[in-house]
């Protein structure tokens, strides 16, 4: 199966400063471009446990004795390393968001380029689909999908024009549903806006930020003191988690000051924000929104 190439891979690699004889995790396996570069790094003693929910990924495993490909939600990750036997790691890579392989695949649902059923399931055992979401979620929980997972200032009126619509008929393909939705896509906005509406069903579907926030919350326990976690994000949502999550080790408020005033926090940040060059994304289009940020454990 073609895999185009991994984002920032030189980057986000290097950003787990990886030792030879160390024990490292990529959550978001996909095509294997990153796992294979950290196998590349690894000595003999040196392990990779590799996560993706998507059976597709399968057929891209690593035949190598150090590597183990695990077909499950990376929201599990504690318990299936601990099944493993790992309680500690070195470092875990993450590259949010979908797959370029999910993209090209017209069938999946997930790219505004091919008329298909409404599915976008990242884990094709999943119940929920985008077809449920648009033809059985009331008006207000689809405005709520809209607006806080698309970020669309109108997406109340859409949420209304989609109820009615299916009143008539089911919205069963993106066809369908870019014409329901027709008034709201402007020529030269149009592009733009139906990326924001499949944003928002997709991550509705696979829970996105609920898994974003599960996985984050079990990286501070099972990285070792000088652990590196190296997360690569795809839109603001997901980046605002993890830069306030490797900033203060929580997603809202403010971490504890210890006796002398100072600030408690799990993590320290590793360089700034890295962005793609110019270069990449001429060469890898899908690069063109990504954000790395790198953070050491205490």
Same mark, same amino acid.
């Given at each position: 199966?073609?895999?185009?190439?991994?984002?920032?891979?030189?980057?986000?690699?290097?950003?787990?400063?990886?030792?030879?004889?160390?024990?490292?995790?990529?959550?978001?396996?996909?095509?294997?471009?990153?796992?294979?570069?950290?196998?590349?790094?690894?000595?003999?003693?040196?392990?990779?446990?590799?996560?993706?929910?998507?059976?597709?990924?399968?057929?891209?495993?690593?035949?190598?004795?150090?590597?183990?490909?695990?077909?499950?939600?990376?929201?599990?990750?504690?318990?299936?390393?601990?099944?493993?036997?790992?309680?500690?790691?070195?470092?875990?890579?993450?590259?949010?968001?979908?797959?370029?392989?999910?993209?090209?695949?017209?069938?999946?649902?997930?790219?505004?380029?091919?008329?298909?059923?409404?599915?976008?399931?990242?884990?094709?055992?999943?119940?929920?689909?985008?077809?449920?979401?648009?033809?059985?979620?009331?008006?207000?929980? !689809?405005?709520?999908?809209? @607006? #806080?997972?698309? &970020?669309?200032? $109108?997406?109340?009126?859409? %949420?209304?024009?989609? +109820?009615?619509?299916?009143?008539?008929?089911?919205?069963?393909?993106?066809?369908?549903?870019?014409?329901?939705?027709?008034?709201?896509?402007?020529?030269?906005?149009?592009?733009?806006?139906?990326?924001?509406?499949?944003?928002?069903?997709?991550?509705?579907?696979?829970?996105?930020?609920?898994?974003?926030?599960?996985?984050?919350?079990?990286?501070?326990?099972?990285?070792?003191?000088?652990?590196?976690?190296?997360?690569?994000?795809?839109?603001?949502?997901?980046?605002?988690?993890?830069?306030?999550?490797?900033?203060?080790?929580?997603?809202?408020?403010?971490?504890?000051?210890?006796?002398?005033?100072?600030?408690?926090?799990?993590?320290?940040?590793?360089?700034? !924000?890295?962005?793609?060059? @110019? #270069?990449?994304? &001429?060469?890898? $289009?899908?690069?063109?929104? %990504?954000?790395?940020? +790198?953070?050491?454990?205490?």
């Amino acid at each position: 199966m073609e895999y185009h190439n991994p984002v920032l891979l030189k980057e986000t690699v290097d950003g787990l400063n990886i030792k030879p004889d160390g024990i490292y995790v990529d959550v978001t396996f996909g095509g294997g471009g990153h796992s294979r570069e950290i196998v590349n790094r690894l000595g003999e003693h040196g392990r990779l446990y590799a996560f993706d929910q998507d059976e597709d990924a399968l057929r891209n495993v690593i035949d190598d004795k150090r590597f183990v490909l695990i077909n499950e939600n990376f929201r599990f990750i504690k318990r299936f390393l601990r099944f493993h036997n790992v309680k500690k790691v070195d470092g875990i890579l993450g590259d949010f968001g979908v797959s370029s392989h999910q993209f090209d695949e017209a069938e999946r649902g997930f790219s505004t380029r091919f008329d298909a059923t409404l599915d976008m399931r990242m884990n094709q055992k999943d119940t929920l689909s985008a077809y449920e979401v648009v033809n059985e979620y009331e008006e207000k929980e !689809l405005k709520r999908v809209f @607006v #806080e997972f698309g &970020e669309l200032k $109108n997406g109340g009126a859409m %949420a209304n024009v989609i +109820v009615n619509s299916r009143k008539e008929k089911p919205i069963k393909n993106t066809e369908q549903l870019k014409q329901v939705l027709a008034k709201f896509l402007p020529a030269h906005k149009s592009n733009k806006i139906l990326a924001q509406i499949y944003q928002a069903i997709r991550i509705e579907v696979n829970q996105e930020i609920e898994v974003l926030k599960e996985f984050l919350e079990q990286t501070e326990d099972l990285l070792v003191s000088g652990g590196r976690l190296s997360l690569i994000s795809y839109h603001s949502l997901e980046d605002r988690l993890v830069k306030r999550f490797m900033r203060n080790g929580l997603f809202e408020g403010e971490p504890e000051r210890d006796f002398f005033g100072n600030y408690e926090v799990p993590f320290k940040t590793i360089e700034k !924000l890295i962005v793609p060059t @110019v #270069e990449e994304i &001429e060469r890898n $289009n899908r690069a063109r929104s %990504a954000k790395l940020r +790198v953070a050491e454990k205490r």
